[in-house]
């Protein structure tokens, strides 16, 4: 998906910014003063990193609409937010694992209860605990963060080898597992090109991250 040289460790410190970036409007109710910063600052148009993900591709063509010449209609963008995630009634792109594991409500609690045992085991806790479940896309991306942070501290070969062990894990039982549903499900029910854009970033970031990352 991305050209990748061992020597550089900035490859990945730029997914981390995409990802805490795009995470954020997911878990936010965007401010107008941001998006319109964002776009005063052609900030889209200095994407960190480049890749040949298809998914990359289609993230980049919607968001390099925002930029300082074009008519943001935050309104849209707001009402995209509400819709999607539960500002206004039923979800219709629903930021939880849970939803997309099973059609079950009895078991609704589970990946909540799983991912909750994975973040105690880093001794971590999220800022919005008890507010948000921690199945919230959100919150998973931020503890993947968590963990490519930790992923460049670690010098010692052996622990480095069990962090990517545990990163790949990650994405594959949890985050890999609905985050392209998810996505779908933002694409027929998105209007604006901030949020199509948004949903396209996160998934090619965790897939290039898992294709840059080997056990």
Known sequence: MINHDDSNDDIL???SMLLYFSGSFVLNQPQESCIHDLASSNIFKKMPLA????D?????SYLNKIDEHAHIDYEEILDDHLRLFGGLGTPTAPPYESVY?????LMFQKPSLEVKRIYETYGWRSSLNGKVPEDHLGI????LNLLLEKYHEIEDRICHKE?????NKFIDNHLGTWIHSWNRDLQ??????FYKGIGYLIVASVVDIKSIIRN
């Open 13 to 15: 410190k730029g997914y």
């Open 51 to 54: 890749s040949s993900n298809p």
């Open 56 to 60: 990359f591709i289609m993230a980049s």
């Open 101 to 105: 594991l099973s059609e079950d409500h």
């Open 140 to 143: 998973e991306l931020q503890f």
């Open 163 to 167: 962090l990517a062990i545990d990163i």
């Open 188 to 193: 027929k029910n998105a209007a604006s090109d």
